[in-house]
């Protein structure tokens, strides 16, 4: 069974960083491009960023370009997302997604059948 659980979302102040985790398990992780989306309230799930299989290639929605940075560690199941200089408009949900077979690099929320439980980040001004 596929699980993927985020963690390190919280409160922080604008300019503030923070540094998010997706703990992956139930498939071959380093065969997978992942992504991160978000929600934010009253929105649409939205794209953020998204790594290939072994962290080659990576793409960020304009939002957050030079401000965000995904990685991944294959050798510990893990996909994580740094963020710095953090707005108040970045709040939203936070959620680690796997693509599903024959995907090598998207950014479309319909490449991405797997889905983590999401983490609350809040940033205030």
């Known amino acids: 069974q596929v699980q993927l659980v985020e963690s390190g979302g919280g409160l922080v102040q604008a300019g503030d960083s923070l540094r998010l985790s997706c703990a992956a398990s139930?498939?071959?992780?380093?065969?997978?491009?992942m992504g991160w989306f978000r929600q934010a309230p009253g929105k649409e799930r939205a794209f953020v960023a998204a790594?290939?299989?072994?962290?080659?290639?990576?793409d960020y929605a304009d939002s957050v370009k030079g401000r965000f940075t995904i990685s991944r560690d294959n050798a510990r199941n893990t996909l994580y997302l740094e963020m710095y200089s953090l707005k108040a408009d970045d709040t939203a949900v936070y959620y680690c997604?796997?693509?599903?077979?024959?995907?090598?690099?998207?950014?479309?929320?319909?490449?991405?059948?797997?889905w983590g439980q999401g983490t609350q980040v809040t940033v205030s001004s």
């Open positions: 139930g498939f071959t992780f380093s065969t997978y491009t």
């Open positions: 790594i290939s299989w072994r962290g080659g290639r990576t």
């Open positions: 997604a796997r693509t599903r077979l024959g995907v090598v690099f998207s950014p479309n929320a319909g490449d991405y059948p797997y």
